[in-house]
């Protein structure tokens, strides 16, 4: 048999062989998150195309996964992340930019980056310079922001390091406003968590960077509309993208350059999370995956408890010191008003105990702002702080928000609200009484006074010293009259004596009879 003549039918029966194994294999799955997640667990081959990875609850900090999420790495173009923040703090959406010299210098010496086509002397709404940033990743955008807010170009990239460090991206240094390729302008996954986070607060940044698509407003150099000029989101999971386009996204930033490969700063909301995703040094499709089987992991397996909803419809009773006895009694219900909203993350059976048992995994401390609760008390009047605190077996590395020096310790939530009364509780009615008086020592202790006498008893005094008045006068005119009559008894008697003339003795002749002799 002719070999040179069969080897032609053997190469043809191979291929064929091999286009039937392959039209009869297993299709390659749209959707290969499901089979990542699974047990409640990430599965061992599930985010491996990138190099760093983290995964945060963007409410209550928590890490849900993370995969050499501190190690500093190229950011690319999820550095203008941080230009629109510093943009949207420090101007006006109607400001008016104008692209003048020193801008249109730093925008040429750009070489390959990503552009808007914005001209020189070109006047553009801060509006459509956000839009131009975050949707079309334009870099003269982010150069025009910079010299705009920050004065300078130097003075800007310096706000942006001042801002990091506000926010404690420790691993994170920035040398320019748009992520081109710079040595020594670096960060990591955990501090793109934390930028995001911060960033998801701002009702503005929201909107731009959940936008799909976006029409400029026309300027005095280009008439954006009749051109037909959009930009549109570089983000495939918030737009309609059959493959990649994902129910819960809501926004962020795509990156890349040689150096840093792809990266990735993605959002999503489901029921109660809200989680943020970032992915460092991923391939073109890598970056879709892995956040869509990050964000798949998250809702399926974890929920977040909102402390500040869960309390707020929880009343206590106690009881009120020096209370008046009404129909309410002495009983006084506290109403919570939160200081500011705290939030726990669990995995979901255990989110579900907690939720359900409260009382049971919360400690509680009440301390009143007067050291206890004293009657009056009107409703409305906000009496003291009580505080709610959960201790699990969790550490402060599993959070964004670890205390420097405590990353090794428990951590310990604690959540705080107001005590406002609802009810209104009265005081005991208080006697008063008349002070007491010192006794006087100079004064006899039997001697009356008659300002201590009570004043409803004056008229009795009056009556009794008006009796014995007439009692002393009436004394004093009966003894002067015995007196009187005794003086005149006395002198009766007397001259009675003298009117009887005595017989005369022998002896009494001689005497003097009274009369006058003369001689």
């Not at 499901?34 to 061992?44: A, F």
């Not at 009749?226 to 495939?236: Q, R, T």
């Not at 005081?427 to 002070?435: I, L, N």
């Not at 004093?476 to 005794?486: G, N």
């Amino acid at each position: 048999m002719n070999i040179k003549k069969i080897l032609p039918l053997i190469l043809v029966l191979v291929v064929l062989i091999a286009n039937i194994n392959t039209a009869f294999a297993a299709p390659v799955s749209d959707r290969p998150w499901d089979e990542y997640v699974s047990g409640g667990n990430l599965r061992d081959r599930a985010v491996t195309s990138c190099e760093a990875a983290i995964l945060v609850d963007a409410n209550s900090g928590r890490i849900l996964f993370e995969k050499r999420s501190t190690r500093k790495m190229y950011p690319a173009s999820i550095t203008k992340i941080m230009t629109a923040i510093l943009a949207i703090e420090h101007s006006n959406m109607t400001d008016i930019v104008t692209i003048d010299n020193t801008m249109a210098e730093y925008i040429t010496s750009l070489d390959g980056a990503a552009n808007c086509g914005f001209q020189k002397n070109e006047s553009i709404f801060m509006e459509d310079l956000l839009y131009g940033l975050m949707l079309e990743s334009g870099a003269d955008a982010s150069i025009a922001i910079a010299v705009h807010v920050g004065g300078t170009y130097e003075e800007f990239v310096k706000m942006m390091n001042d801002k990091a460090k506000e926010l404690g991206m420790t691993r994170t240094v920035y040398k320019n406003p748009h992520g081109m390729y710079q040595s020594g302008h670096v960060t990591c996954a955990e501090d793109m968590a934390r930028l995001a986070e911060y960033a998801n607060k701002f009702p503005a940044f929201a909107k731009i960077v959940a936008t799909g698509k976006y029409t400029p407003t026309d300027t005095d150099k280009n008439d954006y509309s009749e051109k037909g000029i959009v930009w549109y989101n570089s983000n495939k999971l918030v737009k309609d993208d059959r493959r990649y386009g994902y129910d819960y996204a809501t926004g962020m930033k795509t990156g890349f350059t040689t150096p840093s490969g792809h990266t990735l700063v993605s959002s999503a909301e489901k029921d109660n999370l809200s989680l943020i995703g970032v992915v460092l040094k991923d391939t073109t499709n890598g970056k879709w995956v892995n956040s869509i089987t990050m964000f798949e992991y998250g809702f399926r397996y974890y929920d977040t408890i909102d402390l500040a909803a869960e309390f707020s419809e929880k009343e206590i009773t106690v009881d009120v010191e020096n209370a008046a006895s009404t129909t309410s009694g002495s009983q006084l219900i506290l109403q919570l008003a939160p200081k500011e909203k705290v939030y726990l993350t669990e995995k979901l059976d255990l989110a579900n105990e907690v939720r359900d048992n409260m009382d049971k995994y919360f400690s509680v401390d009440i301390q009143y702002y007067d050291g206890a609760l004293v009657a009056p008390v009107k409703k409305g009047a906000e009496v003291g702080v009580i505080t709610f605190t959960y201790v699990h077996d969790h550490f402060y590395s599993d959070y964004l928000e670890a205390p420097e020096g405590e990353s090794n310790g428990i951590k310990t939530i604690k959540y705080e609200a107001l005590l406002i009364a609802a009810n209104d509780v009265d005081a005991k009615p208080t006697v008063t009484a008349k002070p007491t008086e010192k006794p006087d020592v100079t004064k006899d202790p039997t001697e009356t006074d008659i300002t201590d006498v009570p004043e409803k008893n004056t008229s009795k005094i009056f009556l009794y010293v008006g009796i014995a008045l007439l009692a002393i006068i009436l004394i004093s005119v009966l003894t002067s009259y015995i007196m009187r009559r005794y003086r005149y008894q006395q002198y009766y008697v007397t001259n009675k004596r003298k009117k009887v003339k005595p017989e005369k003795n022998d002896n009494d002749k001689d005497k003097d009879d009274g009369t006058i002799k003369f001689n």
